[in-house]
């Protein structure tokens, strides 16, 4: 009766334990197909003040054309860094009508803030070198619906 009563016991602690891992992941981002000099990229999509603040934290890797959509409601500078994220970087800061206007590689882990010289609405995070990668440039525009 005893060995019953403690193998319930487990059970349920553990699955409590499964139960409270699981609510932590939070939710999938939504994901969205931009364009990007012709090329297609499927990003995920940064619009609130949590998904903004998690970013691309603690990921081993990246699809090559894939990335992360920081959306902000108003024009500002954004200030970047780099705390819990594992692989290399570049970032595009993008006006609101979707010009590109500073792109920054930053390396992983870094505390230094990668901050915009221009008030922006966007912000593009890519693997690292993507964008040079690509010929995409400061100028160029982002288009998305």
Known sequence: MKKSIYFALIVIISTGCLLLISMGRG????????????IDVEVEIADDSESRRTGLMNRKSMPEDAGMLFIFESDQKLSFWMKNTLIPLSIAYISAEGEIMEIYDMKPESLRPVESINSVRYALEMN??????????VGDYMHFD
């Open 27 to 38: 939710e999938k981002l939504d994901k969205r197909v931009i364009t990007l000099g012709g």
């Open 128 to 137: 690292q070198g993507w964008f040079s990668r690509k010929g995409i440039d």
